[in-house]
């Protein structure tokens, strides 16, 4: 099973990494995959199982592509590997190609067969999972019986309409190596008892978070030294910052120090067989508000196969007499089986008619699901499904439910959404106008969906903008793009792909490269949104979100709002005067850690790391852009001497980079590596060793190193470390990458350098304060620094450097060439070296430093589902705050929750009430003084402040004369005047803030104004 590591494509798998990890990814890289059933179902399982990257994908389907694949169960819609050209084909023969072009590390092969050929147990041999879609239950518990008896992990899985199943059996005894895929924990310990029960007591900067029956092992405990690497211990939590471990009596006395680690434990699962399970399931719950629902689908689904077998097809759509004998065969079942609790006719009787339904966002929550069960099953990584899911979203019915008749094929390649909702309402989705904002793994899975689901196809449209062009790390999640894309815009390919899965989308969609913001307000502009129905957001940053969130609010647009991390999702809708926004809610701010810690007092590698990054940066970027600005702002120096206390360190650099330092040869940038690392990993050491001895103690009398503070040590230099050389060699090429010059990674170049450079000795100095905490006000150099004026002389004026210019470093991460991440992994493991922290590899700063997101394609399919189930709504018009459904999943474990939106805030003034959706509106341009009259008038209150962006129009501290002239003015001619900037030529609104009190003069909320300019 073993592989090597140098396979695992990092720069094409870089996000998936780090969400699974390269152990897992080496167990999936010899992993077999059959899947049988290439409709839409299983092309989406196939889709993302490739993109994951498992040895070979097998795609078992001879049936062929038939002219009702455009009209009846197997429709286009479903399976967007499929073309009209395509008819008359195998559809396993069809689909494999464009599957093997998503992932040339995979190769995905069709088992043959022949049309009507029956599946057999012989030919699912020599697979480690195998996965079964739209098979009878017959079939299913055949090569179940046989799939449980010989080892090999099996999954079955149908989606019917708005209903969806998956049931999971990976045999007897499997063993799952990481159920939840969570950090281990760990934290500093400052007391061990020496105890029957031992009691561990940890630095109270932060609660541990463990719980009764996780397992813990230490290390650097002083004293009690076998516990150092033990084997893992199990926890009985105490408190927040303590846990007893067992017995530690035999052992040494604790001493001081020591680290504990969370440890993984195995968890051993035990699968029932299918024949078994359906007489005795276990259900995960996906929504605790339908608690009692996957009872009734388990008989339902049963029904629907018995149904099948009886007639030979499904029960049609909406037709009662085939929903009225569903029901009496789950009633058959169900006695027949002995299960408990009622069922419900009416579920059974919609899961009936939506029995020949396929809808694409329901095949991508189920599709995206089980892609990740079968990532578990090969890599026994996080927790599997035991062992039945029972998914639906009936609330995405619209409200006036179809006929019979509407639901009739027309044929068409929507019929399987029209079989669930009707012909009227799909003519509502093709009428829809959407704006997609970002086309990247969320925006491609939507575009992808919409496609199929035939939005805008009508009077429609869809807009899409992306200013990011492709990169390698993206093929492994934005399945739309290929290699042969690379460098192009994002938006641009993704619109060419969907127009090409549907081309009734020819000419009803429009790609941009223009970022959503306040300087392309001229693009997005009022009547951009007026031709929209709503927004779906697929960003990747808070900022831009906020920003689109106001702009939805402000022009009240409903708004799709998702995100991932790694295996975790979320999904909410905004909806106009019913629920809050985006930005009502916020996330709490991330801890950050105190700048003391990094610079002095490091005591994870997460310091070193962030020490590296910033250490970057200010060797080879910010002194850069300061040479820059020197050479090109003709009144630097003057504001140089005016702000004299924060410039004198820039000065500095600059001379140092331009004069004294600036090299002519490579050797000369060798010398100044080796340089750097004497003065950051020795001398910086020595000082502060030199200032804060080991043997220092606090005002209190405690050692002051303890705790979490570490006592370093200086490193000495020496070429045969490799560690020390990597930082040399990273360090001389990119500090000659500043200056345009050629570099090297010759060995012997470097210690042709090396051996011959005089290194000078450091005496550290007297009197260096170091800054213990961040309240702490910055040390003085005991030296008093150079005088600025000096030095601002010692600089060559930039006359004499016309055209001269230094190249700043851009941070990328992403370029494995560019000695970027390679030279912040050498400085942080350098650092940790010097603290006696454990070192990182490369890949785990490379997240760090690079800030990273974990990402991976199944959580990415199954959160646009999900948007997706809510896009339904949004088009329905539904006005009810119950018929919407934030959602988070986390399929790790797996878990779904479901809330209703929160309902937007009521606030209220004079007795009167408002929400954020409500606002004041003034047409005409009107005047200060008619705007202000109005409010007394009307409302009875007083204005006392006006604004509009950050300009204040008007308050009582106004003098007279200027009060009385702005007060005549026009809103327009207003802002004018007081920003001194011209109003857009696009505006045709300005957005006012005003403060106002009411009779009893108290300062009250009132919606924002709109002044409109028309």
């Given at each position: 099973?073993?592989?090597?590591?140098?396979?695992?494509?990092e720069?094409?798998?870089?996000?998936?990494?780090?969400?699974?990890?390269?152990?897992?990814?080496?167990?999936?890289?010899?992993?077999?995959?059959?899947?049988?059933?290439?409709?839409?179902?299983?092309?989406?399982?196939?889709?993302?199982?490739?993109?994951?990257?498992?040895?070979?994908?097998?795609?078992?389907?001879?049936?062929?592509?038939?002219?009702?694949?455009?009209?009846?169960?197997?429709?286009?819609?479903?399976?967007?590997?499929?073309?009209?050209?395509?008819?008359?084909?195998?559809?396993?023969?069809?689909?494999?190609?464009?599957l093997?072009?998503?992932?040339?590390?995979?190769?995905?092969?069709d088992?043959?067969?022949?049309?009507?050929?029956?599946?057999?147990?012989?030919?699912?041999?020599?697979?480690?999972?195998?996965?079964?879609?739209?098979?009878?239950?017959?079939?299913?518990?055949?090569?179940?019986?046989?799939?449980?008896?010989?080892?090999?992990?099996?999954?079955?899985?149908?989606?019917?309409?708005?209903?969806?199943?998956?049931?999971?059996?990976?045999?007897?005894?499997?063993?799952?190596?990481?159920?939840?895929?969570?950090?281990?924990?760990?934290?500093?310990?400052?007391?061990?008892?020496?105890?029957?029960?031992?009691?561990?007591?940890?630095?109270?900067?932060?609660r541990?978070?463990?719980?009764?029956?996780?397992f813990v092992?230490?290390?650097?405990?002083?004293?009690?030294?076998?516990?150092?690497?033990?084997?893992?211990?199990?926890?009985?939590?105490?408190?927040?910052?303590?846990f007893?471990?067992?017995?530690?009596?035999?052992?040494?006395?604790?001493?001081?120090?020591?680290?504990?680690?969370?440890?993984?434990?195995?968890?051993?699962i035990?699968?029932?067989?299918?024949?078994?399970?359906?007489?005795?399931?276990?259900?995960?719950?996906?929504?605790?508000?339908?608690?009692?629902?996957?009872?009734?689908?388990?008989?339902?689904?049963?029904?629907?196969?018995?149904?099948?077998?009886?007639?030979?097809?499904?029960?049609?759509?909406?037709?009662?007499?085939?929903?009225?004998?569903?029901?009496?065969?789950?009633?058959e079942?169900?006695?027949?089986?002995?299960?408990?609790?009622?069922?419900?006719?009416?579920?059974?009787?919609?899961?009936?008619?939506?029995?020949?339904?396929?809808?694409?966002?329901?095949?991508?929550?189920?599709?995206?699901?089980?892609?990740q069960?079968?990532?578990?099953a090969?890599?026994?990584?996080?927790?599997?499904?035991?062992?039945?899911?029972?998914?639906?979203?009936?609330?995405?019915?619209?409200?006036?439910?179809?006929t019979?008749?509407?639901?009739?094929?027309?044929?068409?390649?929507?019929?399987?959404?029209?079989?669930?909702?009707?012909?009227?309402?799909?003519?509502?989705?093709?009428?829809?106008?959407?704006?997609?904002?970002?086309?990247?793994?969320?925006?491609?899975?939507?575009?992808?969906?919409?496609?199929?689901?035939g939005?805008?196809?009508?009077?429609g449209?869809?807009?899409?903008?992306?200013?990011?062009?492709?990169?390698?790390?993206?093929?492994?999640r934005?399945?739309?793009?290929?290699?042969?894309?690379?460098?192009?815009?994002?938006?641009?390919?993704?619109?060419?792909?969907?127009?090409?899965?549907?081309?009734?989308?020819?000419?009803?969609?429009?790609?941009?490269?223009?970022?959503?913001?306040?300087?392309?307000?001229?693009?997005y502009?009022?009547?951009?949104?007026?031709h929209?129905?709503?927004?779906?957001?697929a960003l990747?940053?808070?900022?831009?979100?906020?920003?689109?969130?106001?702009?939805?609010?402000?022009?009240q647009?409903?708004?799709?709002e998702?995100?991932t991390?790694?295996?975790?999702?979320?999904?909410?809708?905004?909806?106009?005067?019913?629920?809050?926004?985006?930005?009502?809610?916020?996330?709490?701010?991330?801890?950050?850690?105190?700048m003391?810690?990094?610079?002095?007092?490091?005591?994870?590698i997460?310091?070193?790391?962030e020490?590296?990054?910033?250490?970057?940066?200010?060797?080879?970027?910010?002194?850069?852009?300061?040479?820059n600005?020197?050479?090109?702002?003709?009144?630097?120096?003057?504001?140089?001497?005016?702000y004299?206390?924060?410039?004198?360190?820039?000065?500095?650099?600059?001379?140092d980079?331009?004069?004294?330092?600036?090299?002519?040869?490579?050797?000369?940038?060798?010398?100044?590596?080796?340089?750097?690392?004497?003065?950051?990993?020795?001398?910086?050491?020595?000082?502060?060793?030199?200032?804060?001895?080991?043997?220092?103690?606090?005002?209190?009398?405690?050692?002051?190193?303890?705790?979490?503070k570490?006592?370093?040590?200086?490193?000495?230099?020496?070429?045969?470390?490799?560690?020390?050389?990597?930082?040399?060699?990273?360090?001389?090429?990119?500090h000659?990458?500043?200056?345009?010059?050629?570099?090297?990674?010759?060995?012997?170049?470097?210690?042709?350098?090396l051996?011959?450079?005089?290194?000078?000795?450091?005496?550290?100095?007297?009197?260096?304060?170091?800054?213990?905490?961040?309240?702490?006000?910055?040390?003085?150099?005991?030296?008093?620094?150079?005088?600025?004026?000096?030095?601002?002389?010692?600089?060559?004026?930039?006359?004499s450097?016309?055209?001269?210019?230094l190249?700043?470093?851009?941070?990328?991460?992403?370029?494995?060439?560019?000695?970027?991440?390679?030279?912040?992994?050498?400085?942080?493991?350098?650092?940790?070296?010097?603290?006696?922290?454990?070192?990182?590899?490369?890949?785990?700063?490379?997240?760090?430093?690079?800030?990273?997101?974990?990402?991976?394609a199944?959580?990415?399919?199954?959160?646009?589902?999900?948007?997706?189930?809510?896009?339904?709504?949004?088009?329905?018009?539904?006005?009810?705050?119950?018929?919407?459904?934030?959602?988070?999943?986390?399929?790790?474990?797996?878990?779904?929750?479901?809330?209703?939106?929160?309902?937007a805030?009521?606030?209220?003034?004079n007795?009167?009430?408002?929400?954020?959706?409500?606002?004041?509106?003034?047409?005409?341009?009107?005047t200060?003084?008619?705007?202000?009259?109005?409010?007394?008038?009307?409302?009875?209150?007083?204005v006392?402040?006006?604004?509009s962006?950050?300009?204040?129009?008007?308050?009582?501290?106004?003098?007279?004369?200027?009060?009385?002239?702005?007060?005549?003015?026009?809103?327009?001619?207003?802002?004018?005047?007081?920003?001194?900037?011209?109003v857009?030529?696009?505006?045709?609104?300005?957005?006012?803030?005003?403060?106002?009190?009411?009779?009893?003069?108290?300062?009250?909320?009132?919606?924002?104004?709109?002044?409109?300019?028309?």
């Amino acid at each position: 099973m073993d592989i090597d590591e140098q396979k695992i494509d990092e720069g094409l798998y870089s996000r998936q990494l780090y969400v699974l990890g390269h152990e897992a990814m080496k167990r999936m890289a010899v992993s077999n995959v059959l899947i049988v059933g290439a409709k839409g179902l299983g092309v989406e399982i196939a889709k993302n199982t490739v993109l994951a990257g498992v040895k070979s994908v097998t795609i078992y389907d001879p049936e062929p592509v038939a002219i009702q694949d455009l009209g009846t169960q197997a429709r286009l819609l479903a399976g967007f590997f499929l073309r009209e050209a395509d008819v008359g084909k195998p559809r396993a023969a069809v689909t494999v190609p464009r599957l093997a072009e998503l992932n040339a590390y995979v190769p995905v092969k069709d088992l043959g067969g022949h049309a009507g050929q029956p599946l057999t147990t012989d030919v699912i041999s020599g697979f480690q999972v195998v996965v079964l879609t739209d098979v009878t239950l017959a079939k299913q518990l055949e090569i179940n019986d046989w799939a449980h008896a010989n080892g090999v992990h099996f999954i079955s899985a149908d989606v019917r309409g708005l209903f969806g199943t998956v049931f999971c059996d990976f045999g007897t005894r499997f063993t799952c190596i990481d159920p939840t895929g969570a950090q281990p924990l760990t934290g500093m310990t400052v007391e061990i008892e020496k105890e029957k029960d031992a009691v561990v007591t940890c630095l109270d900067e932060t609660r541990h978070g463990l719980e009764d029956g996780d397992f813990v092992t230490f290390s650097e405990v002083q004293g009690m030294f076998e516990l150092n690497g033990c084997k893992p211990r199990k926890v009985t939590v105490k408190g927040p910052y303590t846990f007893s471990i067992g017995d530690t009596t035999g052992f040494h006395d604790y001493v001081s120090g020591g680290i504990f680690t969370q440890v993984k434990m195995p968890k051993i699962i035990d699968f029932k067989p299918l024949r078994e399970s359906l007489k005795a399931p276990e259900f995960l719950i996906t929504d605790f508000a339908k608690f009692d629902r996957p009872s009734t689908l388990h008989v339902g689904f049963q029904a629907l196969s018995a149904f099948r077998d009886k007639h030979g097809h499904l029960p049609k759509p909406r037709n009662e007499s085939d929903a009225t004998e569903v029901i009496a065969l789950s009633k058959e079942i169900h006695k027949a089986s002995g299960l408990e609790g009622d069922l419900d006719e009416k579920i059974l009787q919609e899961l009936s008619f939506e029995a020949t339904g396929d809808i694409s966002p329901m095949v991508a929550v189920i599709g995206g699901y089980v892609a990740q069960e079968v990532l578990k099953a090969v890599s026994a990584k996080f927790h599997p499904t035991v062992q039945h899911l029972y998914f639906d979203s009936l609330e995405s019915l619209p409200d006036q439910l179809p006929t019979e008749a509407e639901c009739v094929p027309v044929p068409s390649r929507y019929d399987g959404q029209i079989a669930v909702f009707g012909r009227g309402f799909q003519e509502k989705i093709a009428n829809y106008r959407e704006f997609l904002v970002g086309s990247g793994a969320i925006g491609c899975e939507m575009l992808k969906n919409w496609s199929m689901m035939g939005l805008a196809t009508g009077k429609g449209i869809i807009h899409v903008t992306d200013l990011d062009t492709i990169e390698k790390s993206n093929l492994n999640r934005q399945f739309l793009f290929r290699a042969k894309d690379l460098g192009n815009f994002k938006s641009e390919v993704a619109a060419a792909a969907v127009i090409e899965m549907n081309p009734d989308l020819k000419g009803k969609i429009i790609s941009h490269q223009d970022a959503v913001g306040g300087e392309t307000e001229n693009v997005y502009d009022d009547s951009f949104f007026a031709h929209l129905d709503g927004v779906t957001n697929a960003l990747d940053n808070v900022k831009a979100r906020m920003y689109m969130d106001r702009r939805c609010v402000f022009f009240q647009k409903p708004l799709l709002e998702s995100g991932t991390l790694g295996t975790l999702g979320n999904t909410q809708v905004v909806v106009p005067h019913l629920t809050e926004s985006y930005s009502s809610s916020q996330d709490p701010p991330e801890k950050s850690t105190p700048m003391c810690t990094v610079k002095s007092f490091p005591n994870a590698i997460e310091h070193t790391i962030e020490w590296a990054r910033q250490h970057f940066d200010n060797l080879f970027v910010k002194p850069i852009q300061s040479v820059n600005q020197y050479l090109t702002d003709p009144s630097f120096k003057e504001t140089s001497l005016k702000y004299s206390g924060t410039q004198t360190e820039t000065i500095q650099q600059i001379r140092d980079y331009l004069v004294r330092y600036k090299p002519l040869t490579f050797e000369e940038c060798i010398q100044w590596g080796r340089l750097q690392f004497e003065e950051n990993y020795n001398n910086s050491i020595q000082q502060l060793l030199y200032s804060l001895p080991k043997d220092a103690v606090t005002s209190t009398g405690t050692p002051f190193w303890s705790g979490p503070k570490r006592a370093p040590d200086a490193l000495k230099f020496t070429s045969s470390d490799p560690l020390h050389m990597e930082y040399v060699i990273c360090a001389a090429n990119l500090h000659a990458a500043n200056y345009g010059l050629h570099g090297s990674t010759d060995p012997e170049l470097f210690k042709k350098v090396l051996n011959s450079m005089f290194v000078p000795k450091f005496e550290p100095k007297s009197g260096f304060k170091v800054q213990i905490n961040d309240a702490d006000a910055p040390p003085e150099n005991p030296d008093g620094g150079e005088d600025l004026s000096d030095l601002l002389a010692s600089l060559p004026p930039p006359s004499s450097l016309v055209g001269y210019r230094l190249l700043p470093a851009e941070f990328e991460k992403d370029d494995d060439s560019n000695f970027h991440i390679d030279f912040i992994t050498a400085a942080s493991n350098l650092r940790a070296s010097n603290y006696g922290i454990t070192v990182a590899d490369r890949h785990h700063t490379k997240q760090i430093a690079g800030k990273i997101i974990p990402a991976i394609a199944t959580t990415t399919a199954v959160v646009s589902g999900l948007v997706c189930l809510e896009l339904y709504k949004l088009i329905d018009g539904k006005k009810k705050l119950e018929a919407y459904k934030n959602g988070f999943v986390n399929l790790a474990l797996p878990f779904f929750g479901f809330s209703e939106p929160i309902k937007a805030a009521q606030n209220t003034y004079n007795g009167k009430e408002w929400t954020l959706w409500d606002r004041f509106e003034f047409h005409h341009d009107p005047t200060l003084q008619e705007i202000v009259d109005y409010f007394q008038k009307e409302e009875k209150l007083e204005v006392s402040m006006v604004s509009s962006g950050v300009s204040m129009l008007w308050s009582p501290f106004t003098p007279k004369k200027k009060s009385e002239e702005r007060l005549r003015m026009k809103i327009s001619q207003l802002v004018e005047n007081v920003s001194r900037k011209p109003v857009p030529s696009h505006a045709k609104n300005l957005l006012v803030e005003m403060m106002v009190n009411d009779e009893e003069g108290e300062d009250v909320e009132i919606p924002f104004v709109v002044v409109h300019l028309d």
